[in-house]
């Protein structure tokens, strides 16, 4: 599901890139007090001049070890502070280790937990990135901040392999935020993929709601009940969910009407045995796209379907002509189309173009039938003309002076 799979990625790229703004709104606990050379580098800081806050709060340090003083725990501010400043520069990787510090100073802090969790997100170090992101009890950080965390600790457990938790922390954050569409986009998508597609609906009607103007959003809620049609053995309830991904995928057009959509749109018309609005559909899809083989077919498979034979040849055979065509579908389908025209000649090279030996075998045993049935037929009716003729000769006997009836 490769396209699903780079909405998300865009997606959560999106929803990254508010969590510095997220994290560096924390307010400086531990800070520390008034010191010569902090000052500064607060100051810088608040200016984002962030290389000067490093080479202040740098120098600061060396003070204190030259002091003997840089591990007491009054100090651990400082260090906190070189780490956001570092994180100023996107110089991730370095500003673990001033975090890291910080804690061992001051001890469990679930606003240093986040921010070393967030520095080694950003360095794309996500088994430790998850490792600290898990231990931190969210209930001791603003309100606002815990769906960070929760969406920081679904990616990290992602990217580091560990699907199933990545899932289950999707989960969590998707009941902790109801009312977030990325949220519950992104669980949507992980559920999908891991093959919990009512889960998956659920959670991608909700984004879709949330985020009504999102084409992505609907896109994939569309592709989950697709999926869920092709699932279903029951025809009622899978026409009712093609019936569902109509609608989908007609937001979507609405946003972004691009070939793919369109396309995506005439398949759940089909399934939704919706063959007018298909052929519409398709039709459109060709004039954005004539090149492809593909709404040729759609449009031919949906003429067959409304016994339109004839209108059914047509964009059969225009497939046939495209670049990259599969070939041996086609056939098939123009096969199965003269089948039902009884043109059976036409249906066995069709089927033998298309290497489809069922095809075959159904084409002349059903030709075999006909020509039993013809036979039959023409039988009868000699017996018809027979009988006729008896009927005929028997009033003229009977018309002959002095007859009797035999």
């Known amino acids: ?102 804690i061992k100073l001051k001890g469990s802090d679930a606003t240093l937990q986040l921010l070393l969790g967030k520095a080694y997100y950003e360095a794309k170090d996500y088994r430790n990135a998850a490792d600290v992101l898990s231990k931190i009890n969210t209930g001791s950080l603003p309100e606002a901040h815990r769906g960070a965390v929760s969406t920081m600790l679904s990616v990290a457990y992602q990217k580091s392999g560990q699907e199933g938790l990545a899932l289950s922390q999707w989960e969590k954050a998707a009941k902790a935020n109801p009312n977030d569409a990325t949220t519950q986009y992104n669980y949507g998508v992980q559920a999908l993929q891991a093959g919990y597609t009512d889960d998956a609906i659920a959670a991608l009607a909700k984004a879709s709601t949330l985020d ?135 249906a066995k090279t069709a089927y033998t173009n298309a290497g489809d030996s069922r095809g075959l075998t159904r084409i002349q045993e059903n030709e075999r039938i006909a020509q039993e049935n013809l036979s039959i037929e023409a039988q009868n009716q000699k017996i018809k003309e027979l009988e006729e003729e008896k009927r005929r000769l028997e009033k003229e006997m009977q018309a002959l002076p002095g007859s009797t009836n035999p």
């Not at 396209?3 to 890139?17: G, K, T, W, Y």
């Open 1 to 102: 599901m490769a396209p699903e799979a780079n909405q998300r990625d865009s997606s959560e790229v999106m929803h990254m890139r508010k969590l510095p703004a997220v994290v560096l709104s924390l307010s400086l606990l531990g800070a520390g007090g008034a010191f010569a050379g902090y000052e500064e580098g607060a100051a810088a800081f608040k200016a984002k001049n962030y290389q000067e806050a490093v080479n202040q709060f740098q120098a600061f340090i060396e003070e204190l070890k030259g002091m003997e003083a840089a591990e007491k725990p009054e100090y651990a501010g400082v260090y906190q502070m070189l780490g956001m400043s570092l994180t100023g520069l996107g110089k991730h990787k370095e500003a673990v280790e001033p975090f890291k510090t910080a």
């Open 212 to 346: 009504a103007k999102d084409p992505a959003k609907h896109k994939v809620y569309a592709q989950a009940l697709l999926r869920k049609g092709r699932e279903t053995p029951d025809k009622a309830a899978k026409t009712a969910l093609y019936a569902k991904a109509v609608g989908a995928a007609q937001a979507l057009v609405r946003i972004e009407g691009s070939y793919d959509n369109l396309l995506l749109l005439a398949e759940a018309q089909l399934g939704a045995q919706q063959y007018d609005g298909a052929i519409a559909t398709l039709n459109q899809a060709t004039a954005k796209n004539s090149s492809d083989w593909l709404p040729h077919y759609y449009l031919g498979q949906a003429y067959a379907v409304k016994g339109a034979y004839d209108q059914a040849l047509t964009p059969l055979k225009a497939a046939l002509a495209k670049p990259k065509a599969d070939q041996k579908k086609i056939w098939s389908q123009i096969g199965f189309v003269h089948e039902k025209q009884k043109n059976f000649a036409d």
